[in-house]
């Protein structure tokens, strides 16, 4: 009889997610689904127009190992008409399989056994196995409680000199919180006296409400020569499936990542790359993203303010955080399960997104949804 050898898990603590957990909850209870961060409509036709256009011109073989050139052209001339750094797109720009690939390789490219990297808890959840994976220490430093603000001191008093990499992410999921000019610039001074290198996860760039603008971390020199910017056109156009991202970093980093990249993907399929090139000559569908959300925040909040949830600030992303102190004393994963089997809403536990958990009563909603669906939700919702 033949057997499978036994292998020593790379990565022991790792199960199957809440986000599929809760999906999987979500289908068998005919919830409506708040949980997993994607949008339920569909991207605009001409981008899939430009995605068939392309495969019929016949460009279906491997493309540069970097990305496809026009597309790398305009990734850098949008980051400098938006920030006003000029990445060069030969040297500094590079296509992903998505941001969790980029965010991967960027960690394996400069993280050797024993280096320290520090992560701001709540924090998305590839970026601890990333840094397992590299061998390195996961250091992990709390955003202050309630608020979800970078504390600058606790930051600064983790850095050892095995510190390698610092990782923010703005707008920020979980927390739909978004770091301020003064924060990056605080974050800048605090690293200038070290040779910590910064990931800077910007993949909601395009989703921050109220007037307010994104502060990317290639609009602060002092920031952009340490940092690997992380971006994905996944969020930017509501094609989170097709797993398309960017990293743009100075030359020697960017030919370190490239290092990585060729052989973990070498590429990324050719016609989605070519449609997205043609599809972001106009540049009206991402600056009109911050207001195409905020709608759907405005018509989500307004409905969930006549419930007993208390409603966090959402600043930025397409996530909201609700207090449900007032309905249940419940813990979180508790609490979003009930939620999802007798409310019929699902949502995700906040204490996912730490370490060991921490509980606070806080639940995460996504309102990348139809109208329809955040009515819907709305509606099972009032019942709290
Ligand atoms: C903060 C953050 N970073 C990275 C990603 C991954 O993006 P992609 O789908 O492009 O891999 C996500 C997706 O949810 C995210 O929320």
Not at 248 to 262: D, M, S
Not at 366 to 374: G, I, Q, R, S, V
Request: proline content about 7%; some cysteine.
């Amino acid at each position: 009889m033949s057997t499978t050898p036994a292998i020593q898990s790379r990565l022991p603590q790792v199960g199957t997610t809440i986000f599929t957990v809760m999906s999987a909850l979500a289908q068998e209870c005919g919830a409506v689904n708040l949980g997993q961060g994607f949008p339920d409509f569909n991207c605009d036709p001409a981008l899939v127009d430009h995605v068939s256009a392309a495969m019929r011109e016949g460009l279906n073989q491997y493309p540069p190992m970097t990305g496809v050139p026009q597309l790398r052209e305009r990734y850098a001339a949008k980051i400098e008409a938006l920030y006003g750094r000029r990445y060069d797109a030969t040297s500094e720009i590079t296509i992903t399989a998505g941001a969790t690939q980029a965010i991967l390789t960027a960690v394996l490219c400069c993280v050797h056994p024993g280096d320290e990297v520090i992560v701001l808890e709540p924090c998305y959840d590839s970026y601890g196995p990333a840094i397992e994976l590299a061998g390195g220490k996961v250091v992990r430093v709390p955003l202050t409680p309630g608020r979800f603000r970078p504390d600058f001191e606790r930051i600064a008093a983790a850095i050892t000199s095995r510190t390698r990499l610092l990782m923010i992410n703005s707008p920020h999921n979980p927390s739909a919180t978004v770091w301020t000019a003064a924060e990056m610039q605080r974050l800048a001074g605090l690293l200038a006296p070290t040779d910590v290198l910064l990931l800077s996860d910007e993949v909601y760039e395009h989703m921050v409400f109220d007037g307010a603008a994104h502060v990317s971390a290639s609009s602060i020199p002092a920031l952009a020569s340490r940092a690997f910017v992380v971006s994905s056109f996944g969020k930017t156009y509501h094609v989170t499936g097709w797993k398309v991202g960017t990293v743009a970093a100075p030359a020697a980093l960017t030919a370190e990542f490239r290092k990585v990249h060729q052989f973990n993907v070498f590429t990324v399929n050719t016609p989605v790359q070519h449609a997205l090139a043609r599809h972001m000559a106009d540049p009206a569908p991402y600056l009109g993203l911050p207001a195409f959300y905020q709608r759907k925040r405005d018509l989500f909040r307004t409905g969930l303010a006549a419930t007993r949830l208390r409603l966090l600030p959402s600043e930025g992303s397409y996530f909201q955080l609700v207090d449900y102190s007032a309905v249940s004393s419940l813990p979180e994963a508790e609490f979003c399960q009930w939620l999802t089997r007798e409310i019929g809403v699902a949502a995700i536990p906040l204490a996912v997104f730490y370490e060991g958990g921490f509980e606070q009563g806080l639940a995460r909603l996504c309102f990348a949804k139809k109208d329809e669906t955040l009515q819907a939700a709305l509606a099972r919702l009032a019942r709290l």
